[in-house]
């Protein structure tokens, strides 16, 4: 891989890359972070990349650098760092949701999912992946892709269900 394919490369995927990122680590400044490391690792095994499997592999690269800054992240929460509960509490400019609750709402019900629907229901729902592609930068098959997909959004959907009722029953018994 040459310093122009990458080039190339990182125009097309910066984009949807930090989209999945962000809903990861709900911080704007920490999703540049990990797409610029994931892209500055990529340069330095370029050697060894294939420019057909460079897009699997840069995912799969900024999926684990993710991972690896939440966890880090929920080591140090008893740490009252301002910063965090601000890129908690903010609603990002991309986000869908009509209000403020509703993004909190499923931001929760999101992060709550084991990594493994969590990874599948992001790339899925924020890229334009095949599930083949989703299946390669994961390494699982393309039927797995739907199947945890599949059961993430159930799970998601139950949950908001479920919390959408608990609200509406909490709300008649106040009035």
């Avoid at 990182?10 to 680590?25: F, G, T």
């Avoid at 301002?82 to 990002?92: D, G, K």
């Avoid at 499923?106 to 599948?120: G, K, S, T, Y």
């Avoid at 390494?139 to 009722?165: C, D, F, W």
Wanted: hydrophobic share 45%; glycine share 2%.
């Amino acid at each position: 891989m040459d310093q122009l394919e990458l080039e190339h490369l990182y125009r097309r995927l910066e984009k949807p890359i930090y989209n999945v990122v962000y809903r990861w680590l709900w911080n704007a400044e920490d999703a540049h972070d990990v797409v610029q490391e994931a892209f500055v690792r990529l340069w330095d095994t370029r050697a060894r990349v294939d420019v057909a499997t460079a897009e699997p592999f840069v995912y799969r690269i900024a999926l684990n650098l993710a991972a690896s800054r939440l966890r880090r992240r929920k080591r140090w929460a008893w740490v009252p760092l301002e910063s965090v509960r601000i890129a908690l509490s903010a609603a990002h400019p991309d986000d869908h949701a009509t209000s403020a609750d509703e993004r909190a709402r499923v931001r929760a019900a999101v992060q709550e999912l084991p990594d493994d629907l969590r990874n599948v229901v992001l790339l899925c729902e924020l890229t334009e992946m095949t599930y083949d592609q989703i299946g390669r930068v994961l390494s699982i098959p393309a039927g797995t892709v739907g199947s945890r997909r599949h059961r993430a959004l159930t799970v998601l959907r139950r949950k908001m269900e479920l919390e959408t009722s608990t609200r509406e029953i909490s709300a008649r018994r106040r009035v």
